[in-house]
């Protein structure tokens, strides 16, 4: 028996913002005041920000609940500090993570005199028992020099939830097989546009997939970049 696969579309010009004079934040999912019941997390992911900072600035956030953070620059570097007042600097080609608990503070810094930074923050549940402080781990280095694959991103302490990524050429195709059955797929456009699915998305769209084994993607237009997790 064929099991039919379900999805959910997140369009980038129907995300929630919070914007300040030095901070704007586009998310996909429910954040701090806005809250849709159409936008309710996607398993164990429940944070999916696109946030620019103004150059010489900073933001400090909080959770409610243990979550690991994967902290990914897009456009310039930013400079995290973490619950435990350590420091790090990531620029481009670069993630980090680390897990943050509730009591904690975090802080986004753009350490830039002039330029504007742009990065993606990505929030997975995290799993509370045995464990305290602020657990941080290194800063792994990834390269879309190589075009039309995916790459290796991130992998989730648990190794329950992973992230890829790839940049293609127009026209080029390329999959991902999921390697949990139970897992579900969401997919994040960041430069570009993609057809995934037989669905078009367009720079900083989202798609959520579940029952499925295999998602099929092709690149519309060139050097477009392609987010896939599995949660």
């Known amino acids: 028996m064929m099991t039919q696969t379900e999805a959910q579309m997140y369009l980038s010009d129907q995300r929630g913002c919070t914007q300040s004079a030095d901070y704007r934040s586009f998310h996909t999912f429910n954040f701090g005041a806005y809250q849709q019941e159409s936008r309710q997390p996607f398993g164990a992911l429940t944070v999916f920000n696109d946030d620019t900072l103004l150059a010489g600035k900073s933001h400090t956030l909080a959770?409610?609940?243990?979550?690991?953070?994967?902290?990914?620059?897009?456009?310039?570097?930013?400079?995290?500090?973490?619950?435990?007042?350590?420091?790090?600097?990531?620029?481009?080609?670069?993630?980090?993570?680390?897990t943050v608990y509730p009591g904690q503070a975090y802080q986004f810094a753009n350490?830039?005199?002039?330029?504007?930074?742009?990065?993606?923050?990505?929030?997975?549940?995290?799993?509370?028992?045995?464990?305290?402080?602020?657990?941080?781990?290194?800063?792994?280095?990834?390269?879309?020099?190589?075009?039309?694959?995916?790459?290796?991103?991130?992998?989730?302490?648990?190794?329950?939830?992973?992230g890829v990524i790839g940049k293609y050429g127009g026209r080029q195709k390329g999959g991902y097989r999921l390697r949990c059955p139970q897992n579900r797929a969401f997919v994040f456009v960041i430069e570009g546009a993609f057809e995934v699915e037989d669905r078009l998305l367009h720079a900083r769209d989202g798609?959520?997939?579940?029952?499925?084994?295999?998602?099929?993607?092709?690149?519309?237009?060139t050097d477009a970049i392609i987010l896939v997790m599995e949660a």
């Open 207 to 221: 798609l959520a997939l579940w029952n499925l084994d295999e998602l099929e993607f092709e690149a519309l237009s």
């Open 63 to 98: 959770v409610d609940e243990p979550t690991e953070i994967i902290l990914i620059p897009v456009v310039g570097g930013i400079e995290l500090v973490d619950g435990l007042g350590e420091s790090v600097f990531l620029g481009a080609g670069e993630v980090f993570q680390f």
């Open 111 to 162: 350490p830039f005199d002039s330029e504007a930074v742009n990065y993606l923050q990505i929030g997975i549940r995290a799993a509370a028992a045995g464990l305290e402080g602020s657990a941080s781990f290194p800063i792994t280095a990834f390269s879309l020099e190589s075009r039309n694959r995916l790459v290796a991103l991130f992998c989730s302490s648990d190794r329950h939830s992973l």
